[in-house]
């Protein structure tokens, strides 16, 4: 498997289980985007193109509503108002799960008013779009973007392990991967229990190959987070692939008794028959 599906396994899509039938979420526009593009040079023309492809896949109620925001664009009227209206439009296409779309609204309303809840919404939006990006080129444009708007959060309060975590795994799809797996390495040293960190550094032993290392990351998650899924799961999947049969036949039929899901039963089910 690619080092990218299993990163983007670590957050959250689960390519090796099968766990969750995940929509598809890439963007693409051009229309609206002469009224703000010209004011805003850091949203890059990846998400000029990034919206109109989801434009297709509105309802009339939604093209409706989104033409109508645009043209509010274009009229004159206070700083905030125009925030506003960017962070409306943001909100749209992040409920139509458009993150690519939202991301670039939501910076746009956050390079406007400098607002640090506006940047993390246009992070947390390109974040998502980076753990479904497969083209190269996404996976680095919104790597960046993540970066770059959670980081201006994260300045103001550094605090926050929840967006320094996902903030590591965007640089550990870049041509330097230390970064962050150094940054999660911090994240456990200050919150040895981070449900996220865990997880990520046992996704991240397995694509190295290092399964008994993924087996105690995961043997940890689940100890301090009983009901993670997805640790229970990947537990199982570090002892199978470790050669460890007998406890990776407990814990698969472990698994089995804590879901119904169909999808997490056949996936289950498929190692169990390898046993």
């Known amino acids: 498997m690619k080092k990218t599906q299993l990163i983007l396994i ?9 766990l969750y039938a995940l929509p598809s979420v890439v963007v693409d526009n051009e229309g609206e985007v002469d009224a703000i593009s010209q004011e805003n040079a850091s949203v890059g023309t990846a998400d000029s193109d990034a919206v109109a492809m989801h434009e297709a896949e509105l309802t009339p109620d939604q093209q409706g509503a989104v033409s109508k925001l645009r043209g509010q664009l274009n ?23 458009k993150f690519d ?24 939006s390109y974040y998502e779009a980076f753990t479904f990006a497969l083209d190269a080129n996404k996976v680095a444009y919104t790597a960046e973007q993540t970066q770059k708007y959670l980081n201006r959060v994260l300045e103001n309060d550094p605090t926050r392990l929840d967006l320094k975590t996902k903030v590591a795994m ?15 390495r911090e994240i456990l040293e200050q ?30 998650l ?29 814990q698969f039929e472990s698994v089995l008794e804590m879901t ?3 999808m997490i039963l056949n996936s289950v089910q498929g190692y169990l028959d390898k046993l």
Request: hydrophobic letters at 35%.
């Open 101 to 124: 779309s939202a991301g670039y609204y939501f910076a746009l309303a956050a390079d406007e008013s400098k607002d640090l809840a506006l940047a993390e919404k246009a992070g947390e």
């Open 170 to 184: 965007t640089y550990v799809s870049s041509s330097n991967p230390m970064q962050g797996i150094t940054m999660l």
């Open 191 to 220: 919150d040895p229990q981070n449900e996220d960190a865990i997880f990520n550094m046992g996704i991240l032993a397995i694509q190295s190959g290092q399964y008994k290392r993924a087996a105690e990351r995961f043997e940890d």
């Open 75 to 97: 009229q004159e009227g206070a700083e905030n108002s125009k925030t506003a209206v960017l962070d409306s439009l943001g909100g749209i296409y992040q409920e139509l799960g």
């Open 222 to 250: 689940i100890k301090y987070h009983p009901q993670n899924l997805q640790g229970q799961f990947y537990l199982g999947v570090s002892y199978f692939e470790a050669n460890q049969k007998s406890k990776a036949k407990a």
């Open 10 to 18: 670590g957050v959250g899509i689960l390519a090796i289980a099968g």
């Open 260 to 262: 119904e899901d169909e």
